[in-house]
């Protein structure tokens, strides 16, 4: 089993800057991708940010610019950098993370428990 832990969620004026970050932790080989997603109320779950083993770097489009994800392999951890922030981006935000915990293992899929991201106008 993995764990992942978010922090740093909060309440912000727009214009302001908030940093997201996640730990991974538990029987973890290697971590094939980190990604954070985020719910609205009355919205689905959407896709903000993701970043491979390469360390490449995938935005929404809604967020091109503002938001930058990193992650520290050594450390199992990503963090979202979020600039600029928005009324709109006002939502419960994920860690999800696809994880080996051996070698030749398939992938699995974990989810942090969400951490609220509030952003007054």
């Known amino acids: 089993q993995v764990q992942l832990v978010e922090s740093g969620g909060g309440l912000v004026q727009a214009g302001g800057s908030l940093r997201l970050s996640c730990t991974a932790s538990?029987?973890?080989?290697?971590?094939?991708?980190m990604a954070w997603f985020r719910q609205a109320p009355g919205k689905q779950r959407e896709l903000v940010a993701f970043?491979?083993?390469?360390?490449?770097?995938n935005y929404a489009d809604s967020v091109k610019g503002r938001f930058t994800i990193s992650r520290d392999n050594a450390k199992n951890t990503a963090v979202l950098q979020m600039n600029s922030l928005k009324p709109e981006d006002t939502a419960v935000y994920y860690c999800?993370?696809?994880?080996?915990?051996?070698?030749?293992?398939?992938?699995?899929?974990?989810w942090g428990q969400g951490t609220q991201v509030t952003v007054s106008s």
């Open positions: 999800n993370a696809l994880t080996k915990s051996t070698p030749w293992g398939a992938p699995s899929e974990y």
């Open positions: 538990g029987s973890i080989f290697s971590i094939n991708t």
């Open positions: 970043i491979p083993s390469d360390g490449t770097t």
